[in-house]
């Protein structure tokens, strides 16, 4: 280094010599850290626009079952068709989500939530103007199933973007868009009976065009997001084998395969059991919908304050108790208005509480695949029971034993949280 003299004999360090010193002990760029339990700035953003990518595609893959009984009366269906017709866009939009996560882990949700959103404009389309027969409604319905992928795109862009203190809720808000399907309740037969059969689909067209624009220009991807590596097949086989995923997919199989039952096949349920009206029990299953929503986020948060597997043990042995009340067939007034709003809150806050758990027992970098692999567990949670009714209900004229058979489920479930899932979160727990 050249250094000058001063008159007093001092050392004097010239300009460009400072600089030179002051730019090798501290870069220019270095970014700021974030402090521990905040998140980063462009948190809530991509919170708002993965929570509403979410709803709109869930309103697209939820069309087809409000008019459940239009399609039966207009294409004369069985009991068993019917339920197979709305059950179908709900087996593809699960088991699509095992790839669609596992592509989020790999490309991001700045490249998926447009491109599913936007590709899941052409089936809605051809279901509302093309569609005509019993075959060409599975077939627009499979495809419709796209939209039931984007939870695996939302859930990895959330988590990564919020500290493990606040994923709870977080997830427990972006679980909000299951409202989706509450306004496909609210809106799908009144628009088809005011305005035309089309216009339903032609609205959710162009909101999901309008929303696929929005998120190729303002998704992101949270800073320092490791792209997952390696053949989907090896990566989904090596996320299938982790015990989290299994013990995962069976409490997301009742939560939320619960509620997307209940929300596919209630108006069916209520035409077929209490001779409602078809636009009056679609307005009943939206109320069921919409308090599932709310208390989606609850449950979510309750999982940040008090330990997650006993919050589900609760949920579920309520779900059990509930089930069997509704199993009796009471009066619709008050009797079982009260239990199946009660199921709704239950299976709502559970489905909020299972994904307090993934950032306990999941890795990291696998986040998007494990959502994919419990995400499809849910949603097969929720095609079964529909065909099962069905062929009950074809069977014996009354659901009696479907909903014996769901309040044993949730007793078994309520036993394995409590048992196998306790033992895995609190061993996930110690190292930190």
């Given at each position: 280094?050249?250094?000058?003299?001063?008159?007093?004999?001092?050392?004097?360090?010239?300009?460009?010599?400072?600089?030179?010193?002051?730019?090798?002990?501290?870069?220019?760029?270095?970014?700021?850290?974030?402090?521990?339990?905040?998140?980063?700035?462009?948190?809530?953003?991509?919170?708002?626009?993965?929570?509403?990518?979410?709803?709109?595609?869930?309103?697209?893959?939820?069309?087809?079952?409000?008019?459940?009984?239009?399609?039966?009366?207009?294409?004369?269906?069985?009991?068993?068709?019917?339920?197979?017709?709305?059950?179908?866009?709900?087996?593809?939009?699960?088991?699509?989500?095992?790839?669609v996560g596992a592509l989020?882990?790999?490309?991001?949700?700045?490249?998926?939530?447009?491109?599913?959103?936007?590709?899941?404009?052409?089936?809605?389309?051809?279901?509302?103007?093309?569609?005509?027969?019993?075959?060409?409604?599975?077939?627009?319905?499979?495809?419709?199933?796209?939209?039931?992928?984007?939870?695996?795109?939302?859930?990895?862009?959330?988590?990564?973007?919020?500290?493990?203190?606040?994923?709870?809720?977080?997830?427990?808000?972006?679980?909000?868009?299951?409202?989706?399907?509450?306004?496909?309740?609210?809106?799908?037969?009144?628009?088809?009976?005011?305005?035309?059969?089309?216009?339903?689909?032609?609205?959710?067209?162009?909101?999901?065009?309008?929303?696929?624009?929005v998120a190729a220009?303002?998704?992101?991807?949270?800073?320092?997001?490791?792209?997952?590596?390696?053949?989907?097949?090896?990566?989904?086989?090596?996320?299938?084998?982790?015990?989290?995923?299994?013990?995962?997919?069976?409490?997301?199989?009742?939560?939320?395969?619960?509620?997307?039952?209940?929300?596919?096949?209630?108006?069916?349920?209520?035409?077929?059991?209490?001779?409602?009206?078809?636009?009056?029990?679609?307005?009943?299953?939206?109320?069921?919908?919409?308090?599932?929503?709310?208390?989606?986020?609850?449950?979510?948060?309750?999982?940040?304050?008090?330990?997650?597997?006993?919050?589900?043990?609760?949920?579920?042995?309520?779900?059990?108790?509930?089930?069997?009340?509704?199993?009796?067939?009471?009066?619709?007034?008050?009797?079982?208005?009260?239990?199946?709003?009660?199921?709704?809150?239950?299976?709502?806050?559970?489905?909020?509480?299972?994904?307090?758990?993934?950032?306990?027992?999941?890795?990291?970098?696998?986040?998007?695949?494990?959502?994919?692999?419990?995400?499809?567990?849910?949603?097969?949670?929720?095609?079964?029971?529909?065909?099962?009714?069905?062929?009950?209900?074809?069977?014996?004229?009354?659901?009696?034993?479907?909903?014996?058979?769901?309040?044993?489920?949730?007793?078994?479930?309520?036993?394995?949280?409590?048992?196998?899932?306790?033992?895995?979160?609190?061993?996930?727990?110690?190292?930190?």
């Amino acid at each position: 280094m050249q250094t000058m003299r001063s008159e007093r004999g001092r050392p004097v360090i010239r300009p460009d010599d400072a600089r030179a010193r002051t730019t090798s002990r501290v870069p220019r760029s270095a970014p700021a850290a974030t402090p521990p339990g905040t998140s980063p700035t462009g948190s809530t953003r991509n919170l708002v626009l993965g929570t509403v990518g979410f709803f709109v595609n869930f309103w697209a893959w939820a069309l087809i079952s409000p008019l459940g009984s239009a399609y039966r009366d207009r294409l004369d269906l069985t009991g068993f068709q019917q339920s197979a017709l709305v059950a179908v866009p709900v087996i593809v939009g699960s088991l699509g989500r095992i790839p669609v996560g596992a592509l989020t882990d790999r490309v991001g949700a700045r490249v998926m939530f447009p491109v599913v959103s936007i590709l899941t404009v052409l089936p809605v389309l051809y279901v509302g103007f093309v569609a005509e027969s019993f075959v060409a409604m599975i077939v627009g319905g499979f495809f419709l199933g796209l939209g039931g992928t984007a939870f695996a795109i939302g859930v990895p862009l959330v988590n990564a973007w919020y500290p493990p203190a606040r994923r709870g809720t977080a997830l427990g808000i972006f679980g909000i868009g299951m409202g989706g399907t509450a306004v496909s309740s609210f809106t799908t037969v009144r628009l088809s009976n005011a305005v035309g059969p089309e216009a339903p689909f032609l609205i959710v067209a162009g909101v999901l065009t309008v929303y696929a624009v929005v998120a190729a220009l303002l998704v992101r991807d949270a800073p320092g997001r490791t792209a997952a590596r390696g053949s989907f097949l090896a990566r989904t086989w090596a996320t299938a084998k982790l015990p989290a995923t299994g013990q995962l997919s069976v409490l997301y199989a009742l939560g939320f395969g619960g509620f997307v039952a209940f929300s596919v096949y209630l108006p069916t349920y209520l035409v077929n059991a209490y001779g409602l009206e078809q636009e009056d029990a679609a307005l009943r299953t939206a109320g069921f919908v919409v308090l599932a929503v709310a208390m989606r986020p609850v449950g979510g948060a309750l999982t940040d304050r008090y330990d997650a597997t006993r919050v589900l043990v609760v949920c579920f042995l309520g779900v059990a108790v509930l089930a069997a009340v509704a199993a009796v067939e009471l009066p619709l007034v008050p009797v079982a208005t009260i239990a199946f709003l009660g199921l709704a809150a239950l299976l709502g806050a559970s489905s909020g509480a299972v994904f307090g758990l993934v950032a306990l027992l999941a890795p990291a970098e696998k986040v998007g695949a494990v959502t994919g692999l419990v995400g499809a567990a849910g949603g097969l949670g929720g095609f079964v029971p529909p065909l099962v009714m069905g062929a009950v209900y074809d069977r014996t004229g009354d659901y009696t034993i479907g909903l014996g058979l769901l309040a044993v489920v949730g007793l078994l479930t309520a036993w394995f949280t409590r048992g196998p899932v306790r033992r895995s979160a609190r061993a996930g727990r110690a190292p930190a």
